[in-house]
């Protein structure tokens, strides 16, 4: 009996001396990141200092090789994986001036991957697509073009976003403004139709007719604010409007006042480059080989410089890596973060990964995905995996409550069929998990768009974003055992059965037709 009682006092005290260690990890944690948090430095230096990253631009090589170079100086090994190659494109200057009815510097940018213009640029006239009757008449009018401009985007009925209307318009007239803007779509979208050409197809008959350029412009429903994505031409280039500017010229060339633009975008090709993830890892000591993931993607559009899309995630993910290697060197078993390429092109990066190292899926015992925008965690899901209530709301309970209690959760959730990386993950049968974000308006202001910034970045919410990150992973690390990676049948839109999302094979050589 009293043997027994000796070992129960043991035990508990082994017991209460594990609690309190946890405990201090955490405190350790915490304090880290509330009075050293390198957030805003690292930001600086991805998103001012290297730019945007545009899978095989060179600020996409340089960006991979800061990160490694980061890495090794807070003493944690690095290295780029290289997963296949891309066409290399570097974007230059882009000037656009109206020199005609009046003088005006426009406001926009070449597409991605757009050609160059002449070099010292080329004055020409700008004109729109006129209604015609059909692909007949659309082929007798393709001559016009040559040396011109040619405008093919639908012009905005307005410049304010439903915001906007919402607040300040009588409620007649915001009714009113909807159906004129949807009926002047609608009438956009028939005058594109009857050329016979796609979206794809439209921009190389242009150019093919002797265009000197395409104009388009894609507006994000936000003041100023517009979505910067790829051009179609081959031989022309290709510039973004802002919504002011592509308007005063619609109206212009719509009202035969013939204006006038030159223009100098000036690129780059640096033909087929390799691309790269870049994983960094903190070894573990009792179970090395298996494994906790960080992951975010680490490429962008280049509108802006990339910074909620997905520079919060990254600077995220490596602050995390930085705190746990200070406060929590020795973990149990090894933590990788994967800083992916390609994600804006079809998650190609991380499935890459996923391809390359089969062995290591089995062995994952979670992975920790963050992307969309700056806000703090809003949402988590458990993917489907039946059993992620139980070790997931263990693991976060370990988080600061005011970090946590506007969280919302959903178990067991429905697995992840692309939208990030995670999704590469889970169609592998690994537990991973989108740390979801606050929105911070992100649809429309920053996503994709000529204004995702430094600026827009809310360093508090991602630095609790960090906080619980870092927690979760050790606690992850800690855990006994692997985590079940039992599933649920998925529920398709109608509720009915579905598939679990398949592995999909990433594009290794891209930009090319």
């Excluded at 915001?174 to 979206?199: C, H, I, P, V, Y």
């Excluded at 994505?229 to 005063?248: C, I, N, Q, R």
């Excluded at 719509?254 to 633009?261: A, D, Q």
Aim: glycine share 10%; no cysteine.
């Amino acid at each position: 009996m009293k043997k027994r009682y000796l070992l129960g006092v043991g035990l508990m005290l082994l017991l209460g001396s594990n609690v309190q260690a946890q405990d201090e990890v955490i405190e350790k944690i915490i304090k880290e990141e509330t009075e050293n948090s390198q957030l805003k430095q690292i930001g600086h230096e991805l998103m001012d200092g290297i730019g945007p990253r545009l899978v095989g631009s060179p600020q996409m090589q340089k960006a991979h090789d800061w990160a490694v170079e980061k890495y090794k100086g807070w003493g944690i090994e690095a290295r780029n994986e290289q997963w296949g190659e891309w066409r290399g494109w570097e974007r230059g200057i882009s000037h656009i001036d109206m020199v005609a009815p009046w003088t005006k510097s426009l406001s926009g940018q070449q597409l991605a991957w757009s050609p160059s213009s002449p070099e010292g640029g080329a004055k020409g006239e700008v004109v729109v697509i006129p209604e015609l009757a059909d692909e007949a008449a659309f082929q007798a009018w393709l001559p016009s073009v040559k040396g011109k401009y040619v405008m093919i985007s639908a012009p905005q009925l307005t410049g304010r976003p439903d915001y906007n209307w919402e607040e300040f318009a009588t409620e007649e007239s915001f009714e009113k403004m909807k159906e004129d803007r949807t009926e002047s779509n609608r009438a956009w979208n028939e005058r594109l139709q009857k050329t016979g050409k796609g979206r794809r197809e439209l921009p190389t008959a242009l150019e093919d007719a002797g265009a000197l350029g395409i104009i388009t412009s894609y507006w994000s429903q936000g003041f100023g604010a517009n979505k910067i994505f790829s051009a179609y031409t081959k031989k022309v280039p290709t510039v973004d409007l802002s919504l002011e500017d592509y308007g005063l010229l619609f109206r212009l060339a719509e009202n035969g006042e013939k204006p006038m633009i030159h223009l100098n975008a000036q690129s780059k090709e640096n033909g087929m480059v390799p691309t790269f993830n870049t994983i960094a890892e903190i070894k573990g000591t009792e179970k090395p080989d298996e494994y906790v993931m960080l992951s975010a993607h680490f490429d962008s559009w280049d509108g802006g410089t990339g910074a909620t899309d997905n520079g919060t995630g990254t600077i995220m993910m490596m602050e995390v890596m930085r705190v746990l290697k200070e406060v929590y060197p020795n973990p149990k078993r090894t933590i990788l973060v994967g800083h992916w390429g390609s994600e804006e092109q079809g998650l190609n990066g991380s499935r890459a990964f996923v391809e390359d190292h089969p062995e290591m899926m089995p062995k994952i015992q979670a992975l920790f995905n963050q992307d969309n925008g700056t806000g703090r965690v809003a949402n988590v899901s458990g993917q489907g995996f039946i059993h992620s209530y139980e070790y997931l709301g263990r693991w976060m309970s370990k988080v600061p409550r005011e970090i946590t209690r506007e969280v919302e959760t959903t178990f067991p959730g429905n697995p992840g069929g692309g939208g990030s990386d995670y999704a590469s993950f889970v169609a592998a049968g690994v537990p991973a998990f989108s740390l979801s974000s606050l929105s911070w308006s992100y649809g429309n202001y920053t996503w994709h768009t000529n204004l995702d910034t430094y600026d827009k970045i809310v360093f508090d919410d991602v630095q609790n974003n960090v906080i619980m990150a870092a927690i979760m992973v050790y606690m992850a690390s800690e855990e006994d055992d692997m985590v079940s990676r039992e599933v649920r049948v998925p529920l398709g839109r109608g509720g009915e059965p579905a598939e679990w999302p398949a592995v999909r094979s990433p594009t290794r050589k891209g930009g090319v037709e």
